[in-house]
């Protein structure tokens, strides 16, 4: 086999089924003939019967979502992220999606309540969603919790994020495709993150600046011990 993780075990599980050629796995029985079927309230009778073909990783298979969740929460990072939604911006499922696989805290809706949930590829149902109005709301729900709110945008002003030391209790604050991210917000940051772009376009797409960001934090605090 092959080592593509950096010099890690090789031998060590990869996070889906991709050797084997297809996603999830099938009945318990036929997955583990003659084994008794797990009695733990954590695992899923319907699952465990039919068989899991749902996106996640191999440790959580057969398990209920609930219990999906209960474990995340003892994994789950102090990050958070937060995206402007006054226009519905398309781009949150894919926020959604990165931030559930950096195991971030919450992610946070700011305006419009409604978004597009197509790129959340359901990830959405294991990840803290949180709504607020507007900006002021947001800043107001970081500060009483000790969170450091940094705005990501490459407006005036704003400092490289390669080389910006990220705060470990953070929010990471996104704008939208568009208009970019508001007055209000960056005024309410303590720092603006630019990622360093060469060629023609004004900027990169929000949710692939999100998992840019996201994972820039990652360096910089996650223990990558407890990576799958
Ligand atoms: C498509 S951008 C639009 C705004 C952008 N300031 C402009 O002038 O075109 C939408 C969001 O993606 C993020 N973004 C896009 N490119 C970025 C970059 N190079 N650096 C930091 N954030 C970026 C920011 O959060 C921004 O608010």
Redesign the pocket.
Known sequence: MTDTRGGQDAERPGPTEWGAGRVGVGPWDEEHPGEPVPEDPRFDPTLLAEGDRRNVVDAYRYLTREAIVADIDTRRHPLHVAIENFENDANIGTVVRTANAFAVDTVHIVGRRRWNRRGAMVTDRYQHLLHHPDVDTLLAWAQARDITVVA????PGSVP?ETARLPERCLLL????????TEAARRGAVMT???A?FGST?????GV?AGIAMHRWVTQHADLERAW
């Open positions: 990501v945008d490459n407006t994020l996104f704008g939208q495709e568009g208009p970019g991210i993150c630019s990622i772009q004004r900027s990169i797409n929000a600046a």
